[in-house]
């Protein structure tokens, strides 16, 4: 199993920052893509960023350019820097990630950590 601990949201005014983390901890094969979904009240949960185990990222239109990802494959972290937050970034961060639990490559499966709220206004 592996655990997902995320940490880093709160409150923040418009235009600030907050930089997301995110660990994963337990018994694993190997780690594949991770990333950070979200989920505003009343809304559907959106995928926000993934990061494959190179380090390439991919975001939804809604973040680029003020949202960077990156990842730290020694310590199975991943980070999310964000930066000239909006109100409409309030919602709760998950963190996912692709776990493979053996060499066989249908033991596999996601993790997801418990969130973390993002809350941005004045």
């Known amino acids: 199993q592996v655990t997902l601990v995320e940490s880093g949201g709160g409150l923040v005014q418009p235009g600030g920052s907050l930089r997301l983390s995110c660990a994963a901890s337990?018994?694993?094969?190997?780690?594949?893509?991770m990333g950070w979904f979200r989920q505003a009240p009343g809304k559907q949960r959106e995928l926000v960023a993934t990061i494959d185990v190179g380090g390439s990222t991919n975001y939804a239109d809604s973040v680029k350019g003020r949202f960077t990802g990156y990842r730290d494959n020694a310590k199975n972290s991943i980070y999310l820097q964000m930066n000239d937050l909006e109100p409409e970034d309030t919602a709760v961060y998950y963190c996912?990630?692709?776990?493979?639990?053996?060499?066989?490559?249908?033991?596999?499966?996601?993790?997801w950590g418990q969130g973390t709220q993002v809350t941005v206004s004045s």
């Open positions: 996912y990630a692709g776990v493979r639990l053996s060499t066989q490559p249908a033991h596999t499966y996601t993790s």
């Open positions: 337990g018994t694993f094969f190997s780690i594949g893509a």
